[in-house]
């Protein structure tokens, strides 16, 4: 695992953001408290970031969507069947929340939902990142035989639950939502064979 003074000042800025604002929102994290929690000073913030606060929600958003990116991939990549890559992915998910101690949800919805209407290149950034991740499902399928317009439905429908399932899991500090979710969506997968 790579440690918060093994990178670069830059990336742990945009790393502590995303970590910040994934657990309590755009509104709730200043620059100050980044600022402390990446251990560098404030004049390092606005050095990479002169668009301020806004400008570094953008990149946190970016970051987190790699991040999902890459765990959605793997699953994707290392399981053949798409409705148990699916499952494999909820359990990984469920893990990892129950571990964080239900604080790590997904890590742009909540600045995702606060900014929206209001911060027109934050809601931008995370749109990007769910289609991101739809394309990686939509991608899996069609590789898996499916059609195009079933590709991209299941894609949106596998994201839109995911993420509602994992807030219902964060809400209820329980890995059931995500179970839950992961064996339907498998078998609305399966359904279209």
């Not at 790699?66 to 499952?87: H, K, M, Q, S, T």
Request: hydrophobic share 40%; proline share 3%; net charge negative.
């Amino acid at each position: 695992m790579v440690t918060k003074h093994e990178i670069g000042t830059r990336e742990r800025i945009i790393r502590t953001t995303s970590r910040l604002m994934q657990r309590q929102g755009y509104g709730a994290t200043g620059l100050k408290e980044i600022s402390r929690e990446a251990e560098a000073t404030l004049g390092s913030v606005y050095h990479f970031f002169p668009g301020g606060k806004r400008e570094l929600a953008v990149e946190a958003i970016r970051h987190g969507d790699r991040e999902f990116a890459e765990v959605l991939r793997g699953w994707l990549d290392r399981v053949d069947d798409p409705g148990a890559a699916i499952i494999a992915c909820t359990r990984d998910l469920a893990a990892g929340l129950r571990d964080s101690g239900w604080l790590d949800g997904c890590p742009i919805t909540t600045t995702a939902l606060e900014s929206a209407g209001l911060e027109p290149d934050i809601q931008r950034a995370a749109e990007e990142a769910f289609e991101n991740w739809r394309g990686l499902v939509r991608d899996k399928l069609l590789r898996s035989g499916f059609g195009e317009d079933v590709a991209h439905d299941l894609a949106h429908t596998v994201i839109n639950t995911l993420e509602g399932a994992e807030m219902s899991a964060q809400v209820s500090q329980s890995e059931a939502p995500l179970e839950i979710a992961g064996r339907h969506l498998a078998r609305l997968i399966d359904s279209y064979r």
